[in-house]
């Protein structure tokens, strides 16, 4: 499996880390710390039989430039997963579009339907393989830690997973 994401400005980083490593710290889970698991946000989700060429399509993404980015709000996807759910704006839906368009087109190209357009729930997870009573923790460490966080997304990479592997990456 193949994901695309976009990763953050220095401030949202760290805020968005700081929240991971509260949750770890409370709950005692520590799969996105130890995983290295940045902050990011994934657009797209997808399989491919033919890995040739990725790299010159994700690099047409180039024309995409950073854009705001406003956390607002967070959220769980039960039963194991806590996130951070930003705005779903015009630069957002954007981003995801394009994304569809250009690995879409490839007959090789199965898109996972969670991420293709006006399906796409955009979340940045925070804790993840949680179990019940970590969640109640979890949930606990955000009422008192979270805060609405606005920045921007600056970069885009392409990855493989199972193990994690970072294919490519550029600022936009």
């Not at 880390?17 to 130890?34: P, S, V």
């Not at 033919?50 to 430039?65: Q, S, Y």
């Not at 979270?146 to 936009?172: A, E, Y």
Request: hydrophobic share 40%; proline share 5%.
């Amino acid at each position: 499996m193949y994901l695309i994401s976009a990763y953050f400005d220095e401030h949202v980083t760290k805020g968005l880390q700081r929240l991971i490593d509260n949750i770890a710290k409370e709950t005692g889970n520590t799969y996105m710390i130890e995983n290295n698991v940045p902050p990011h946000l994934t657009i797209s989700s997808f399989e491919t039989r033919k890995p040739d060429n990725l790299k010159e399509e994700f690099m047409k993404l180039n024309k995409i430039g950073a854009g705001e980015i406003n956390i607002f709000s967070i959220g769980q996807f039960l039963p194991y997963v806590m996130y951070a759910t930003p705005v779903l704006d015009e630069y957002l839906m954007h981003l995801s579009n394009e994304v569809y368009d250009i690995f879409s087109a490839r007959e090789d190209v199965t898109i996972n339907r969670c991420y293709k357009p006006y399906n796409w729930f955009p979340h940045i997870t925070l804790g993840k393989k949680l179990e019940k009573e970590q969640m109640i923790m979890a949930i606990r460490v955000l009422q008192t830690h979270f805060v609405p966080i606005k920045g921007k997304i600056v970069r885009v990479g392409l990855s493989q997973t199972n193990p994690h592997k970072d294919i490519i990456q550029f600022n936009i």
